[in-house]
């Protein structure tokens, strides 16, 4: 079969899944909406500086160990080792004012240690390496329409340039035209959270001589009966990752899918910081919102589940197939696992790319629509309706988490290894 694969997106699982097909002999071309020239145009248009947002920005990211050992199988370790520092060994779930600490275990003796990075550092990362791979990739190119037959498949772009590939990866994220090109069926995203993403300049000094960090290494303050949060976890020794979350779905916010951060940042961290503090809010936290170096407005998605991730030549990869809530901590990590089972079946089936993508589905769907409803199931959980639900909901945390704890049950995605799915679903395959 031809080797021509044109993936649309170039974000983080776009670019893994680009490299992943390269190692196997294929020629992976990378495609992503975003155009720096028009950035500049706007930048020059409105007298503001715009930063340039190629593939995907915000916050930060978790590299847990199943992830962390996609990246190894795929060749891809030197990419990361730059950014281990602590490993977050802690998961910490308090009050909005950080009283009640309850704490959960994140780190298990003799496993692989967790990496929390900044998603844009982890992208630049990656992008030297796909080029240093050679794979090539083209800014300003937003799919208008896929037309498949027989031996390969047309994408046109609303630039009114055409290209025709062997095969489609489908990685633009949870709004993917690709998956609505391909599933025009298939329900929409539904916003589940709105909010702000921030990132932190930790270590930075304050008025009273003290160095500007977080009280944890990892830690949800809650308000359950107001149903709102903020996370916050270190990403590097001198950056921070801060998330203001509203559980109240019917207030989406206005021009947030487009994940630019502001451009008057002290106005916009001065109001954020004024808005956790009227919560409640611990003041440490507070004090880093104030201070945050970039924020950037989101509206949270969860995509009901499709019931498959491929069709024909085309496939689905990340959030274009799967997205949800980053609540559980495996969105960019389940990504990974599925550009590892993609690229390992198309180098085993070969010619016969409609097995790879059938065992592809029989082994990502299930695997993936557990994780999602995981991720579900701990957004639900940052919610009370009353006084004595907020109460027992906080007393049950503690027994469910010293349960998952004893049972590991966590652990099968927290350190799994995709390879294993290969290996049970296709004995014999020879990996790479």
Known sequence: MG????????GLAGAVTAIALKRQGFEPTLYDKVDPI??????????????????????????????????????????????????MNEMNYLLIDGRDRISKKTQKKGEVESIQILRSKLHASLMKAANTAGVKVFGGKKLKTLTQTE????????????????FVVGADGIHSATRRSVFPEAAKPEVWATGFVGVVGLGRPLPDGKLLDFEYNGAVYSDPLNSRLVFACRCSQTDGEIMVCNLDPRKPLTDADEWRP????????????????????SPTIVECIRRCVRITPANLYDLPNIPKFSKGRVVLVGDAAHGTTPFYGQ?????????????????????????????????????????????RKTARRMKASSPIDLKIGRFMMKIVFRILDYLGVDDNF???????????????????
């Open 3 to 10: 080797k021509t694969v044109a993936v649309i997106g170039s």
């Open 38 to 87: 028009q950035y500049l145009k706007d930048t020059l248009k409105s007298g503001e500086p715009t930063g340039i947002q190629f593939g995907e920005v915000g916050g930060g990211v978790s590299l847990l160990g199943n992830g962390i050992k996609a990246l190894g199988h795929l060749g891809l370790l030197d990419a990361i080792k730059q950014f281990r520092i602590d490993p």
């Open 151 to 166: 031996n390969d498949v047309t994408v046109e772009f609303e630039d009114g340039t055409k290209v025709t590939a062997d």
């Open 262 to 281: 502001y451009s008057d940042l002290p106005k916009e961290a001065a109001k954020l910081a004024e808005l956790v503090e009227s919560w409640g809010a």
């Open 331 to 375: 969105g960019l990590n389940q990504a990974l696992e599925d550009a590892g089972v993609l690229a390992d079946l198309m180098g085993h089936f070969n010619e016969d790319y409609a097995k790879a993508f059938e065992v592809y589905n029989k082994i990502r769907v299930p695997r993936a629509h557990a994780s999602v409803a995981l991720s």
């Open 414 to 432: 927290y350190y799994h290894d995709f390879r294993r799915d290969v290996k049970k679903a296709v004995p014999g395959i020879q990996l790479k």
